[in-house]
């Protein structure tokens, strides 16, 4: 349990929000291309990380809106919040 | 050859006040090189080295282990052992596990503590009810014992269970699977441990996997705290952390690792015989031998390897527990404690050979391993001593990943997630 800074409503205790997993995973531009391997990589296949990661979450008991974080698996220390769109820090 | 544990055994000991057994399992140095490593000394990867030895005739086979044996996800989890699981495939893998607790004890000559005081499965609304009744007629197809029990049966198996129909979430039936239980998860680590290194398999604790070495294609050996040491074939049962151990190969693994918590309350006398598991509400409870209530909570929803959940979580479970036993409501929780759930996102594990030859995962067991240690240990053996997966754990290769011949066990298994 930790508290997340959201970008538009301030620091709020982490149950307020909904993890939406591994940020930065691009939807495919031509879906009808992909081939299956493609698929699997874009649908499943996930760094999983020990370690700082980059991540979605949702203010789902809040404004409800998307944005990053950067987080420490490992302590579960966020290092950096930030909206989407903008580039992701730089570590 | 190790003496066997008997009355005898126990007797002589007990004259010299328990203080000369014979060590259960050495502690040796690693060897240069074996003919298979498993990597993580959990239930499951001293189970794949003791039935690698047993029934492949290997007999130069490594454990190593980053902590102690038994000490990651096989010492957290909450026992709970069945196979009333919906899938033809998962129903397969399970009931073989669930044949093999039977006789465990034993084939070990090590008490395990398997205790089949059965398992119920409660619905709380009509959709419950109507998935529990699928499912007891799909367990029963595939030769798994299961029946439905009335909300008068469940009060009559279970009698503390709170049946008013005036509460939040009324009880409205549930399944019982009259062969599933609950068995001792320390001995369960050590009693492998001790048939594997009788075998001949050097149980290597305190060294962690740094990197896997591989020339093209093909492993070659691990790097570790403790060196360099060789080996073809290396499977790697590492749970919360196998996707760690992927990355070092470049691997990517269909997986995330998240706390999943478990909590026991001080020691009473015997108050509930059974295990009884809601997914509705998500609670599960059973006793220990020793008297603490065993209760399992949900998993957190975020990534995380710090083995501690959100306090959350637990107020959650321990809600639904008071609604539906009243009679707990004065009990004082002990212990709370977190583990790290590898989740597939079929929620069916994986037990698969990958695309560097040599290397073998078995993963993604999620919240739900405990219960498949011996099939799991079993399956894993011939699929690494035979490069080819045994017919009942074919359907849990990587690869359904790509095909989408997916095994769906959320929700779908009477399991909490």
Redesign the interface.
């Known amino acids: 349990m930790f508290l997340i800074n959201c970008p538009f409503c301030g620091e709020r205790e982490q149950s307020e929000f909904k993890a939406g997993g591994e940020a930065h995973i691009e939807r495919p531009k031509q879906p009808t291309e992909l081939s299956d391997d493609e698929w699997a990589e874009f649908l499943f296949m996930r760094k999983n990380i020990k370690g700082v990661q980059f991540e979605r979450w949702n203010h789902a008991h809040g404004c409800r809106k998307w944005f990053n974080i950067v987080r420490d698996t490992s302590d579960d220390q966020i290092k950096a919040v930030y909206k989407m769109g903008e580039k992701p820090p730089v570590k | 050859m190790k003496n066997n544990y008997s009355i005898f055994s126990l007797i002589k000991n007990a004259f010299s006040y328990h203080e000369n057994w014979e060590k259960a399992w050495k502690d040796p140095e690693p060897k240069k090189e074996y003919e298979a490593i498993i990597v993580g000394g959990g239930g499951h990867g001293l189970a794949t080295a003791y039935y690698l030895a047993k029934k492949h005739n290997m007999k130069n086979i490594a454990v190593v282990e980053k902590g102690w044996i038994g000490g990651g996800n096989t010492g957290r989890n909450t026992t709970i052992i069945r196979s009333n699981y919906l899938w033809d495939a998962s129903a397969g893998l399970y009931d073989h596990a669930l044949k093999i607790w039977e006789s465990l004890s034993q084939e070990l000559n090590y008490n395990v503590m398997f205790s089949q005081r059965g398992v119920m499965n409660l619905a709380h609304n009509l959709q419950d009810v109507r998935d529990l009744k699928r499912r007891t007629h799909a367990n029963r197809l595939n030769g798994i014992d299961a029946v439905y029990l009335n909300t008068e049966e469940v009060k009559k198996f279970c009698p503390i269970i709170n049946t008013s129909q005036d509460i939040r979430y009324p009880v409205l039936g549930g399944t019982l699977q009259r062969r599933a239980g609950t068995a001792r998860h320390d001995a369960v680590a050590w009693g492998y441990a001790r048939g594997a290194d009788e075998m001949g398999v050097d149980i290597i604790q305190n060294c962690e996997v740094k990197g896997i070495k591989r020339n093209g294609d093909t492993v070659e050996g691990i790097e570790t705290t403790k060196g360099f040491i060789k080996a073809k074939k290396i499977g790697v049962v590492a749970a919360g952390?196998s996707?760690?151990i992927a990355?070092m190969v470049g691997l990517?693994?269909?997986?995330?690792?998240k706390p999943l918590q478990a909590l026991v309350s001080e020691p009473v006398k015997p108050i509930i015989d059974t295990v009884v598991m809601s997914n509705a509400v998500h609670a599960y409870v059973s006793q220990s031998d020793k008297g603490e209530l065993v209760i399992g909570a949900g998993t957190d929803?975020?990534?995380?390897?710090?083995q501690k959940?959100?306090?959350?979580i637990v107020e959650g479970t321990l809600n639904a527990i008071l609604e539906l036993y009243p009679i707990f409501s004065r009990m004082r929780m002990l212990r709370q404690w977190g583990g790290i759930v590898?989740i597939c996102?079929d929620a069916s594990p994986i037990i698969s050979k990958t695309s560097i030859k040599g290397l073998y995962f078995n993963c993604g067991w999620g919240t739900g391993g405990f219960k498949a240690t011996p099939g799991s240990g079993d399956l894993f053996a011939h699929t690494i001593a035979n490069d080819e997966p045994h017919k009942l754990n074919a359907a849990f290769n990587l690869n359904r990943?790509?095909?989408?011949d997916l095994v769906d066990e959320h929700g779908a298994a009477a399991v909490a997630h």
């Open positions: 952390h996707s760690v990355n990517k693994l269909p997986l995330e690792s929803d975020y990534i995380s390897y710090s959940g959100s306090h959350d590898d996102p990943f790509v095909s989408g």
